[in-house]
């Protein structure tokens, strides 16, 4: 989906190896934790409604919830956030 947001192919590399491996952690901060609550809601509530983990939709709603402003980024939109850290590559 990165490219469809706009993302040259080198940087689509280059975020994929840097999260290569995801690991779990605690958050001392309660926005964050709100986020990524309501994110989960969010995606819980489109999954289902839409017809489970194996539906069509699903690229629509993960594109749908990227475009969604967020507490914790300032309510700037994630997709957004994303390229501003990579903008530079």
Known sequence: MLPEEGF?????TRIMQEYQ???YSNTN?????GSMNDLAF???????Y?????????P???KKLNHMPMGALEYTVPIEA????????
């Open 8 to 12: 040259s192919k080198a940087v689509k």
């Open 50 to 58: 839409e017809g489970g983990v194996h539906s069509s939709a699903l």
């Open 21 to 23: 491996e995801i690991e």
């Open 60 to 62: 629509s709603i993960i």
């Open 82 to 89: 994303l390229k501003a850290m990579y903008e530079k590559y």
């Open 29 to 33: 901060s309660k926005s964050v934790l």
């Open 42 to 48: 969010h995606y819980k509530y489109h999954i289902l």
